[in-house]
């Protein structure tokens, strides 16, 4: 049953469809049948995952085939010219969707989710707690088969904890993105935030900045962990952080916390020679609030962001900073959540973690002489 090569030069997936087409067509699989899990059939057609998922996604949308959670994949009954029945729902509930990196995250859930015959159904919380349990209960009015979600706040204690031991208690699968709640247990895709500070402040450290101030973000655990690698990074090298020199801020504060905070912290002589800002944004804030104290990056000072934002095509100095997979993450958490909703999720694959890449560019240099 291996697909082999040529079959006029179609895609390996459109051989794959051709051969359960035929199974269909032959009788071998009737109206009501269950498909072979699918490592059986990956095994016997000698395809991989993908291209199987990607062939039995087209035959979900063109009537063929139903998909239906925690059983299986059937036969449609075609009978009288077929149907095509709406495709099942999977929801996304994001921060924000339609800014910074977000819409890349969500064009790589939407891309995999669309390769498996779901549809997506968006909704934001705006990073706020309170607005979270409407939006869930949007999700499950709509019938949704499973749901991605980057949890508000989420270094802050969650009230809305009972929805999700609901979701659990019904069979609902869901996966975290960006971070988790304490205590959930949920899988989850998310960074090494912590590593990738680490590194950016080891960055400075090697080019022989020992005056490095942060500002770092209080209420995402994205936040608390990029915090904590600021600090590694200093005590591995010896240096005692000043308490001073870190600004720490909420989402609700984070237009005007970090700007006056730079603006008090290079207003005397005693100031930094680097900043190690939360995120790529947070950079781009403070840029031009060091071009107006006449700051030059980097002859006078360095900062990092962090993302890889799309944000830094705009920015007036090329900014050092890590790495977010940003798609491949989007497109990781919708395979994920396609194995627990077909039931084949193994341990070690409940959760996932990427390393931020550093990606140095030239708002970073040695610090000028003392």
Same mark, same amino acid.
């Given at each position: 049953?291996?697909?082999?090569?040529?079959?006029?030069?179609?895609?390996?997936?459109?051989?794959?469809?051709?051969?359960?087409?035929?199974?269909?067509?032959?009788?071998?699989?009737?109206?009501?049948?269950?498909?072979?899990?699918?490592? $059986?059939?990956?095994?016997?057609?000698?395809?991989?995952?993908?291209?199987?998922?990607q062939a039995v996604g087209d035959l979900v949308q063109?009537?063929?085939?139903?998909?239906?959670?925690?059983?299986g994949t059937y036969v449609l009954n075609r009978a009288?010219?077929?149907?095509?029945?709406?495709?099942?729902?999977?929801?996304?509930?994001?921060?924000?969707?339609?800014?910074?990196?977000?819409?890349?995250?969500?064009?790589?859930?939407?891309?995999?989710?669309?390769?498996?015959?779901?549809?997506?159904?968006?909704?934001?919380?705006?990073?706020?707690?309170?607005r979270e349990p409407a939006c869930l209960a949007q999700?499950?009015?709509?019938?949704?088969?499973?749901?991605?979600?980057?949890?508000?706040?989420?270094?802050?204690?969650?009230?809305?904890?009972?929805?999700?031991?609901?979701?659990?208690?019904?069979?609902?699968?869901?996966?975290?993105?960006?971070?988790?709640?304490?205590?959930?247990?949920?899988?989850?895709?998310?960074?090494?935030? *912590?590593?990738?500070?680490?590194?950016?402040? @080891?960055?400075?450290?090697?080019?022989?900045?020992?005056?490095?101030?942060?500002?770092?973000?209080?209420?995402?655990?994205?936040?608390?962990?990029?915090? @904590?690698?600021?600090?590694?990074?200093?005590?591995?090298?010896?240096?005692?952080?000043?308490?001073?020199?870190? *600004?720490?801020?909420?989402?609700? $504060?984070? $237009?005007?916390?970090?700007?006056?905070?730079?603006?008090?912290?290079?207003?005397?002589?005693?100031?930094?020679?680097?900043?190690?800002?939360?995120?790529?944004?947070?950079?781009?804030?403070?840029?031009?609030?060091?071009? @107006?104290?006449?700051?030059?990056?980097?002859?006078?000072?360095?900062?990092?962001?962090?993302?890889?934002?799309?944000?830094?095509?705009?920015?007036?100095?090329?900014?050092?900073?890590?790495?977010?997979?940003?798609?491949?993450?989007?497109?990781?958490?919708?395979?994920?959540? *396609?194995?627990?909703?077909?039931?084949?999720?193994?341990?070690?694959?409940?959760?996932?973690?990427?390393?931020?890449?550093?990606?140095?560019?030239?708002?970073?240099? @040695?610090?000028?002489?003392?």
């Open positions: 049953m291996a697909t082999g090569g040529g079959a006029g030069g179609k895609p390996k997936y459109e051989q794959v469809k051709d051969l359960i087409l035929d199974r269909i067509r032959s009788g071998d699989w009737r109206s009501g049948d269950r498909l072979p899990p699918e490592p $059986e059939l990956t095994e016997a057609m000698g395809v991989s995952r993908h291209t199987l998922r063109e009537g063929w085939l139903d998909r239906r959670h925690g059983s009288g010219g077929g149907r095509r029945g709406a495709p099942a729902l999977v929801g996304v509930v994001t921060t924000y969707f339609s800014e910074y990196i977000f819409p890349s995250i969500v064009r790589g859930i939407e891309a995999y989710l669309s390769e498996r015959g779901y549809g997506v159904v968006l909704a934001s919380t705006d990073n706020q707690r309170d999700m499950l009015e709509r019938g949704v088969s499973g749901l991605i979600i980057e949890p508000a706040q989420s270094a802050l204690p969650d009230p809305n904890l009972s929805m999700y031991q609901a979701m659990s208690d019904r069979g609902l699968p869901y996966v975290m993105i960006n971070g988790t709640y304490f205590g959930l247990g949920a899988p989850a895709v998310t960074l090494d935030d *912590c590593g990738g500070a680490y590194q950016l402040t @080891r960055h400075l450290l090697d080019l022989g900045h020992r005056s490095i101030a942060a500002l770092v973000k209080t209420d995402d655990v994205q936040g608390v962990e990029r915090e @904590r690698g600021v600090r590694l990074a200093l005590s591995d090298s010896g240096i005692l952080p000043r308490e001073d020199w870190f *600004c720490r801020y909420s989402t609700r $504060e984070r $237009e005007l916390k970090p700007v006056e905070f730079v603006q008090g912290l290079v207003s005397g002589a005693d100031r930094p020679t680097a900043l190690v800002c939360y995120n790529d944004q947070i950079a781009l804030q403070v840029l031009p609030v060091l071009e @107006r104290a006449g700051l030059r990056v980097p002859d006078d000072i360095s900062v990092t962001g962090f993302d890889n934002s799309n944000l830094l095509a705009s920015a007036g100095v090329p900014l050092t900073t890590a790495a977010h997979p940003q798609e491949e993450l989007g497109r990781q958490a919708a395979e994920l959540l *396609c194995d627990l909703m077909d039931g084949e999720a193994r341990p070690y694959r409940r959760s996932v973690r990427y390393l931020p890449g550093l990606v140095v560019r030239s708002s970073t240099a @040695r610090p000028p002489e003392q």
